[in-house]
């Protein structure tokens, strides 16, 4: 057995003794760090929408959330971010800052999410309200898969519902 540690420990030496090697290792060594980080963490990247102030072109932020136990409460923590939001201060927000979710509900494939009267204005930053809750419905359905439908309340009343059944169903509900 001493024998065997022996050979280990020089077979340890001279795999450390070239410094491209031993730099390869710490390299894999800080990459299965930072895995473990990531798998023990449990983030989960989402993609958000925002306008340039300048152009009004569409300009795609990814971040990192915490994933959620539920799927209520996943789709609830991204719209939250969604009106904190873009970071970068050349981005214009979707809603005006004052505007808050509500109350948030995912029944049978469908969400239904309810704002406060703030959201049926513009931001002052400048935008469209109707533009500013495509791209909210766009986010929803591509960050969540099990999401069908999306529907959007101000105040408990319906906005938008026929406008994103007909453009984005194809369907003409009146």
Do not use: C, Q, W
């Amino acid at each position: 057995m001493n024998v065997f540690i022996k050979d280990a420990l020089a077979g340890l030496a001279a795999f450390f003794s070239d410094k491209s090697r031993r730099r390869l290792f710490f390299l894999g060594l800080l990459g299965l760090f930072a895995f473990a980080d990531f798998l023990i963490s449990g983030l989960v990247r989402r993609t958000f929408v925002f306008y340039s102030i300048a152009d009004r072109t569409a300009i795609v932020e990814a971040r990192m959330l915490k994933r959620a136990p539920a799927r209520e409460s996943g789709v609830g923590g991204y719209v939250e971010e969604a009106l904190l939001g873009p970071v970068s201060p050349d981005l214009a927000p979707l809603f005006p800052r004052e505007t808050r979710l509500r109350s948030l509900l995912y029944r049978n494939g469908v969400v239904y999410a309810d704002f406060s009267e703030d959201a049926a204005l513009p931001p002052p930053e400048g935008g469209d309200v109707f533009r500013s809750f495509s791209s909210l419905y766009e986010g929803i359905r591509r960050n969540f898969s099990f999401v069908k439908d999306v529907r959007f309340f101000i105040a408990g009343k319906a906005a938008y519902f026929a406008e994103f059944n007909r453009i984005f169903t194809g369907e003409n509900t009146k």
